[in-house]
Nanobody
Framework: QLRLVESGGESVRAGQSLRLSCAAS????????RAWFRQAPGKEREAIGC????????YYTDSVKGRFTISRDKAKNTVYLHMNSLKPEDTAVYYC??????????????????WGLGTQVTVSS
């Protein structure tokens, strides 16, 4: 059974950096799409970006472009979210998602059938 586990979330100060991890188990596909989403208190979940592993292409939403990057370690079946210059408005629960049938980037929640439980990131000013 496909399982995603996020880790790395913690409380930091504005301007600092964090790296979140999303480890996958239960599947060994070579090509898939994995995305990061976040949900701030009182707000809807929003997309951050995604990586398409057929060519390691990455895509980001405007809210994080230039500050966040996504990478992956194929051997560990793990995708990372590198977050720089964090702001208080980045405070949220961060989720990773994937779908074994998805071969392109999507910022739509409904495109992803598998989700992790999330990891909390808190940024103080």
């Amino acid at each position: 059974q496909l399982r995603l586990v996020e880790s790395g979330g913690e409380s930091v100060r504005a301007g600092q950096s964090l790296r979140l991890s999303c480890a996958a188990s239960g599947f060994t596909l070579d090509y898939y799409t994995r995305a990061w989403f976040r949900q701030a208190p009182g707000k809807e979940r929003e997309a951050i970006g995604c990586i398409v592993t057929s060519d390691d292409s990455t895509y980001y939403t405007d809210s994080v472009k230039g500050r966040f990057t996504i990478s992956r370690d194929k051997a560990k079946n793990t995708v990372y979210l590198h977050m720089n210059s964090l702001k208080p408005e980045d405070t949220a629960v961060y989720y990773c998602a994937t779908d074994t049938k998805l071969r392109y980037c999507s910022f739509e929640e409904t495109a992803f059938g598998s989700w992790g439980l999330g990891t909390q990131v808190t940024v103080s000013s």
